[in-house]
């Protein structure tokens, strides 16, 4: 089983609920890796897999990031430290009447060689918290074309229209046609 290198178990369960019907299996490696600070998730995950792969062959870890749009970069590569400092309730302050707002996921799959895979979705920061899913800013964010927050739908109702559903679909479309070519 390939392992994913991740200490989230919401990204986990998200992965799996995703590529177990598929027939795609990953094993949840619980362990940090050295994440370098730079503007782009990709840049992120390439430094983490050049020293991951000193020790390891083929494993999969993902970075990923809520922005705030009329704040460029916000919260972006700081997510989960802004998470756990001001918490949902002091990112909700910090917006204004344009209340537009992505989330980014960057997936990279090492089997010798890093491949990424990349997904984005847009919606608006909802007015107050809602739900009790998911994790992080799920509760405050709703995806364009509908008016539930993430953290008011299914695993698989995220999966659906999310950043890491989209990342998670082109990676499954690349293991399978590597598999059966
Ligand atoms: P790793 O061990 O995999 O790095 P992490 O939680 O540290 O797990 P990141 O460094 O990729 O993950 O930080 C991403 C943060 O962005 C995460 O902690 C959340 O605060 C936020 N985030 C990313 N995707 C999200 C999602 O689908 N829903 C809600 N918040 C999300």
Redesign the pocket.
Known sequence: MIPF????E??FE?FRTFLEPLGLQLSMSDR?YP?VQADSLEDVVLYGASVLSRELDEFV??????FIDPIPGFPGVY??HI?GSIGLDGVLKLVGTDRRAH?E?CILYYDGTSHVFKGEVTGTVATERRGTG?????PI?IPDGHDRT?AEMTPAE?NEL???GRALESMAGFLRSRDRP
Do not use: L, V
């Not at 290198?5 to 989230?8: P, V």
């Open positions: 290198i991740t200490t989230n919401g990204k998200e940090e994440e870890i993902e970075d990923s990031g809520f997510s989960k998470h989330f996921a998911g994790f992080g800013y799920d964010f993430f995220k999310s950043h890491r």
